[in-house]
């Protein structure tokens, strides 16, 4: 009776300060992520004005193909990630990293285009002016930055058991929905600009995820 009454009496000592939370649910960051990609969006648009030539059939192939693209990267790390943040017993998926390397594909094939190009011209310029125009970059790791904090707000209500991919999955999605967002407001749709300087953000929000994020969301 009283191993009964001292195992009641630990049992109540352990539970008397728990509080009921309400339940972190995938959707929950899927809607968060997705607003702030919005938010990011309308700043952009309040900042440097909405490109017109996308309505107006001026955007080129490519730019389209790139956009598609970070899309994919973005919707696929989004939903890896909040995922991640609610672990469970089952097999991992691997579309972040599959479509991180379709992505990969863009610089690539842009530098290939371009060495095709310059060396068909003998007083061509040197690559494409419009790939140095780098602070399109700057401006999608800005827009980026809402995405990663929304990840990170939705990270902490979780419990990601793996910090580091967590990291790595803030990183591509807050990249690439970053660059997805100031991209409606980039007039520049060549192939060296939008397949290259549009696709480093990502690659560089990747690497600060990894570096940055595990030690805003460890336990």
């Given at each position: 009776m009283t191993s009964s009454n001292n195992r009641e009496a630990l049992i109540a000592s352990l539970t008397q300060d728990l509080e009921p939370v309400a339940r972190v649910k995938p959707a929950h960051g899927v809607m968060l992520i997705g607003f702030a990609t919005l938010i990011a969006a309308a700043a952009s648009i309040a900042g440097f004005e909405f490109w017109t030539g996308m309505l107006t059939g001026e955007a080129s192939g490519f730019f389209w193909i790139s956009n598609g693209l970070l899309l994919m990267v973005g919707l696929a790390s989004t939903a890896?990630?909040?995922?991640?943040?609610?672990?469970?017993?089952?097999?991992?998926?691997?579309?972040?990293?599959?479509?991180?390397?379709?992505?990969?594909?863009?610089?690539?094939a842009a530098i290939l285009t371009l060495l095709s190009v310059e060396s068909g011209h003998e007083h061509a310029g040197f690559f494409d002016s419009?790939?140095?125009y780098w602070p399109c970059a700057a401006a999608s790791l800005g827009a980026g930055l809402l995405v990663g904090i929304a990840a990170v707000l939705f990270l902490r209500r979780g419990a990601p058991v793996s910090l580091e991919r967590s990291g790595w999955l803030t990183g591509l999605a807050a990249g690439a929905l970053g660059t997805l967002a100031y991209g409606i407001t980039c007039p520049l749709d060549t192939i060296g600009h939008v397949g290259i300087?549009?696709?480093?953000?990502?690659?560089?929000?990747?690497?600060?995820?990894?570096?940055?994020?595990?030690?805003?969301?460890r336990w």
């Open positions: 890896a990630l909040v995922s991640n943040a609610l672990p469970r017993v089952g097999s991992r998926g691997d579309a972040p990293e599959w479509s991180a390397l379709m992505l990969g594909v863009l610089p690539v419009a790939l140095w300087t549009h696709i480093v953000p990502v690659a560089i929000a990747a690497v600060i995820g990894r570096l940055v994020i595990p030690s805003l969301i």
